[in-house]
């Protein structure tokens, strides 16, 4: 056997092997908001090499919408997409076989100016509301909930609401424009950056309804075949997750590192946004599926089957443990 030979059988051979390693870790791909803030957690994740030392390989692609990163999902071209349980709740009832994992539970508030002389909500009556997301905005019928409850009030007919995209509820309710304004929580942490207050949290609200403010509305949604087949894969996704969190609740230097992926336009922005998303880190351990259930129905008898689909009672199985 000449040398030639010698060494191209045995650098075939160093390929094959390697090739075979790879195979034998398992792929996780994501496909979420190519703009969300999940990336900062996906993006620690792949830095610090979380997903390696849990034995997957996570591969993240970016999609313009959730609307596509469903599609994509459902087709078979992601593993796991990032979605609210209340979605995850009404395809199981439909028949999908998902899980959820818990991610996040940072949630919303009513926003007012700084200077603003309202207390409560019963003082936005017969003013303008911003709310992104639509009028079946979970944030929203919480606080429709709330405003019924404490002051008698049906928020959606003794305000006027405005729907939005979020940059332009930020917009319009910086300039003064709404007296009262509900955006995404990163969204909210700018906006009080900026000078505006809090006059009712969710959290505060969900409180005084009797729910459990701990419950994660945010998670990793995954096909239940791939928990059946391969358990280890989705504890491995969540370990990382919560590696992930463990980190960015304790090291400034991660959250420089992250600075450019935040869309921050000044410090306050910045530590603002870093205070929201520690805020939101679930507390580990079980999800309380009966506080799960009676938000589930809160959903349901004030956005009915257009939010819920036919779940009126929480699926049995919706929720794994190990992300919780």
Not at 57 to 65: K, M, R
Not at 127 to 155: N, T
Request: charge should be negative; aromatic fraction near 8%.
């Amino acid at each position: 056997m000449s040398i030639m030979r010698f060494l191209t059988g045995t650098a075939a051979a160093l390929v094959m092997t390697a090739g075979a390693a790879l195979a034998e870790t398992p792929v996780l791909r994501a496909a979420v908001l190519e703009y969300g803030t999940v990336n900062w957690e996906l993006d620690v994740i792949k830095s610090n090499e979380f997903d390696a030392a849990h034995g997957f390989d996570l591969q993240v692609q970016g999609v313009a919408g959730s609307s596509a990163a469903q599609v994509a999902f459902q087709g078979g071209a992601a593993d796991v997409i990032v979605s609210d349980w209340l979605w995850v709740a009404r395809q199981r009832a439909a028949g999908h076989d998902f899980v959820f994992v818990p991610y996040s539970r940072a949630v919303g508030a009513v926003m007012v100016a700084g200077d603003s002389t309202a207390t409560s909500l019963a003082d936005l009556k017969g003013q303008k509301i911003g709310i992104a997301g639509g009028p079946l905005d979970k944030s929203w019928l919480i606080l429709r909930a709330f405003a019924e409850q404490e002051y008698g009030m049906d928020l959606a007919a003794e305000t006027e609401q405005v729907f939005g995209a979020p940059p332009l509820i930020f917009k319009t309710a910086l300039q003064g424009e709404l007296a009262g304004a509900i955006n995404f929580w990163h969204f909210l942490a700018k906006m009080e950056a900026a000078g505006m207050r809090p006059l009712v949290t969710v959290d505060e609200a969900a409180t005084a309804l009797g729910l459990d403010p701990q419950t994660p509305l945010l998670g990793y949604v995954l096909k239940g075949e791939l928990l059946r087949e391969n358990p280890e894969l989705v504890k491995a996704l969540a370990d990382a997750s919560r590696d992930a969190k463990d980190l960015l609740s304790t090291s400034d230097a991660e959250w420089d590192r992250l600075r450019p992926r935040m869309n921050a336009a000044t410090d306050a922005q910045f530590t603002a946004l870093k205070a929201g998303y520690v805020a939101g880190i679930p507390k580990p351990g079980p999800v309380d599926e009966v506080a799960a259930g009676k938000m589930l129905k809160l959903m349901a008898d004030l956005g009915g089957s257009d939010l819920v689909g036919t779940a009126t009672e929480l699926p049995e199985g919706l929720f794994v443990q190990p992300g919780s």
